[in-house]
């Protein structure tokens, strides 16, 4: 009876564990059914067929479809050709680090699981990456067709395009971990008595740090181009020459469109991919160090769960934005997109309490530092929620520090009526003053999960921030392609109407790109403090040479790695900005030159030479784009094999805490200029009841402010929650080497005992 029992009991564990893989699986497929859904419905849109180049109304020719259809051919080409070469010149270093990691971050010289895992995870951010970018390419042109008949169309279009991106991309994240952990755990012999189940966890992290490695080079050299594309444009373009936005007599016009793709669309897909795989391997690692979630295999298994539930709530959100919901205003762009996040915030509540519920046990044992304390399931859901709603309020509150709708950006636009230096002033205090109410968030949300779940917590609260993803990305995505299709209507010369349609889309879409960069620098804030845990954890868990011992800041060790940390924002930004600088001076002086050189550019009898602009660019993001990348990457590494485990324990708060304001600061500060310029441009200033709009004093000073934020806003700002995450799991995977290296720790007599030192 007692071994039928004992069988029955294992029966039973095992038919969880697969309901838990069902449930997974069940939710990415429905997440890819519904992204092919969307994309099959926008290539229904034929642009040259029927009516494609007349009025529904009138049934008068609008524009030049054939011209539409061309130039979205333009920007499809350089953007697929800047991101082959991309991933072209980042596969090396990706081998490299597949090598360094098979050395000297594995349990043993022969073993290859968190190697592979890295690989896993690098390949999969370029497939996430590249699908977004050939959605984003396939969708804009379609939208700005749409827009010439439809605004509630034009919309449908470009949210279903970010719906295609966000449901594909958290799918197959989910679809790549799970069947890694499911293959990983027969090889490894998973359920063996003697088997280190520690070190089996820690071996899938590299899955996130493979995804995180491509989002640093995307994000930065997506950065580079888009900045010094749209840089260059603006300078010369408006400044010198008043040509208006995305004027196809601009040489760098099509080179800043294909940076919104490249950066704005495939970067930042990849960043999100980054703390979406850093965040599930650092609950999955924190969690293991629990002795009551290892009795089951399922318990374990929470985080991936409470991840694919998001799938099911953002795709009831989405159809509110696709099907139900109507946009035949301006107005109702915004509101329509901020409803997505409060419709998948409120469906989500409910379903985190079901999945913690569910899926953990009711008691359990947890350790917190020196002590062992009692938690209950329902701790799970409070920090599940707390991560949720924290991400909500600064996206709000993101919004309303950049949108030209309130006050703080109309503040801005103002104070251009005394030139660009009092426009800089106000927006830096703008950026300044925008990072209160974010870190407020962070900071309560932070306390609560670990009081009262420790590291575990705080990883389930990113998990939590990061659950509606799915609506995240589609709405992070829909700006660039408005903004694309703005661009392309300028060039196709569809008439103000549809411009006006486009600007309002974009308009929008700015505001959403700002709430996006918001969602992501809140998670990564929490993704970091997770993976920090899980460092700290394993180095005092593991048998190294060298033990992490006393952590406090009174440690001179720890201090010195706390304003080595803190200065790491400032020098990666230094190097991003000044790449953006270098770029964009060889683009401002190759448009004077074809300006200069071929007056017929201006009149409009010839057209400039696009692909010299789109070439400079590549040439100087894919060059510029190493320096701050080795940067990220090497100091880590160097600080922790030369002065061992605590002075990394120093060195991750400083650059997450450092990071976390300047990223903030610099995303809103740009997102605050770029709508005040448009806030000018749609006609709502007046000084002295005199309407300022294009071409007047106060819209120059408007441009030079929106053009020194478009690095900050696009490049530096996103980058920098790169620079905090990637650091901290390349700590968490090199976290043996960091134990048994330390090669100047006994000299420095830092903590050390006899034995370490022999």
């Not at 290859?112 to 970018?133: D, E, K, R």
């Not at 197959?172 to 490894?188: A, C, G, M, Q, R």
């Not at 799970?380 to 309130?406: D, M, N, R």
Request: aromatic share 10%; proline share 3%; net charge negative.
């Amino acid at each position: 009876v007692s071994t039928q029992s004992t069988w029955g009991i294992k029966f039973f564990f095992k038919m969880q564990v697969a309901a838990s893989y069902a449930i997974v699986y069940a939710a990415s497929v429905l997440g890819i059914i519904w992204a092919i859904i969307n994309y099959l419905r926008i290539a229904k849109i034929n642009v040259r067929g029927g009516l494609a180049n007349q009025d529904f109304e009138t049934q008068q020719p609008v524009g030049n479809m054939n011209l539409l259809e061309e130039i979205g051919g333009y920007i499809a080409t350089g953007a697929k050709a800047f991101l082959f070469q991309e991933y072209a010149y980042i596969a090396p270093f990706v081998i490299l680090m597949f090598i360094v990691i098979c050395l000297v971050a594995e349990k043993e010289l022969g073993y290859f699981y968190t190697a592979i895992a890295f690989l896993l995870g690098a390949i999969t951010s370029c497939v996430c990456g590249w699908i977004g970018m050939q959605i984003a390419v396939f969708s804009n042109y379609r939208t700005t067709y749409k827009a010439q008949f439809s605004l509630s169309e034009a919309f449908k279009v470009a949210y279903q395009a970010g719906c295609v991106m966000g449901f594909s991309l958290v799918s197959i994240s989910l679809i790549v971990l799970l069947t890694l952990v499911i293959i990983y755990k027969e090889v490894y012999n998973y359920n063996h008595p003697d088997v280190d189940k520690n070190y089996f966890w820690e071996s899938i992290a590299g899955y996130g740090l493979g995804g995180s490695t491509i989002a640093l080079f995307g994000r930065v050299g997506g950065g580079i181009f888009t900045k010094a594309a749209d840089v260059g444009a603006d300078l010369v373009g408006k400044l010198e020459q008043d040509l208006p936005e995305d004027s196809p007599k601009n040489p760098a016009t099509i080179a800043d469109n294909v940076g919104d793709n490249v950066g704005d669309i495939a970067g930042m897909g990849a960043d999100l991919f980054g703390s979406f795989a850093e965040s599930t391997c650092a609950a999955l690692v924190v969690g293991a160090s629990f002795e009551d979630l290892l009795k089951d295999e399922n318990y374990i298994l929470y985080p991936i769960v409470l991840s694919a539930f998001g799938i099911f709530a953002s795709f009831l959100t989405s159809l509110f934005a696709t099907d139900i919901m109507k946009v035949n205003e301006n107005q109702q762009i915004q509101s329509t997109l901020k409803y997505q996040l409060i419709i998948s915030s409120v469906l989500l509540t409910p379903l985190h309490y079901v999945v913690a519920t569910i899926m953990l046990p009711k008691n359990f044992k947890i350790q917190l530092d020196d002590r062992t304390e009692d938690a209950e399931n329902t701790y799970a859901f409070y920090c599940a929620i707390a991560g949720l709603w924290a991400g909500f309020v600064i996206g709000w509150f993101t919004e309303y520090y950049t949108s030209h709708s309130y006050a703080p950006v109309r503040e801005v636009a103002r104070s251009c009526e005394t030139g660009a230096a009092t426009n800089i002033i106000y927006g830096l205090a703008l950026g300044y003053l925008s990072t209160i109410i974010p870190a407020i968030c962070i900071a309560i949300t932070a306390y609560l999960s670990h009081k009262l779940l420790g590291m575990f917590g705080v990883a389930i609260s990113a998990l939590g921030m990061l659950s509606n993803l799915c609506i995240g990305l589609a709405i992070d995505a829909y700006g660039p392609i408005s903004d694309n299709a703005g661009g392309i209507a300028e060039m196709s010369e569809l008439g103000e109407e549809v411009r006006e349609k486009t600007d309002a889309l974009d308009a929008a879409g700015n505001t959403t790109a700002a709430i996006g960069k918001g969602f992501a620098i809140g998670s990564a804030a929490l993704v970091s403090l997770s993976l920090y845990g899980a460092y700290i954890t394993r180095a005092r868990i593991s048998n190294f040479k060298h033990k992490l011992g006393d952590i406090s800041v009174t440690s001179p060790l720890v201090f010195s790695g706390l304003l080595i940390g803190a200065m790491l924002p400032y020098a990666f930004s230094a190097f991003t900005m000044k790449s953006v600088g270098f770029a964009a001076k060889q683009m401002v002086e190759e448009v004077r030159e074809q300006l200069r050189m071929n007056p017929k550019i201006i009149t409009g009898e010839e057209n400039p030479d696009y692909e010299r602009c789109v070439k400079i660019s590549t040439q100087a993001s894919l060059k510029e784009m190493f320096a701050p990348g080795a940067l990220v990457i090497v100091t880590p590494l160097l600080i922790g094999a030369v002065f061992g485990p605590k002075a990394i324990a120093g060195l991750l708060p400083g650059a997450l805490v450092s990071g976390v304001q300047m990223a903030i600061s610099a995303s809103n500060t740009g997102g605050a200029w770029d709508n005040a310029k448009k806030y000018i441009e749609s006609g709502q200033l007046f000084v002295n009841g005199v309407q300022k709009k294009k071409g007047s004093d106060e819209h120059k000073a408007a441009v030079t402010g929106d053009t020194v934020g478009d690095p900050l806003k696009d490049t530096s700002g996103p980058s920098l929650n790169i620079l905090i995450k990637l650091s901290a799991i390349l700590s968490l995977v090199f976290a043996r080497l960091f134990g048994q290296a330390g090669w100047l720790v006994c000299a420095l007599k830092e903590n050390v005992t006899e034995e370490e030192c022999k």
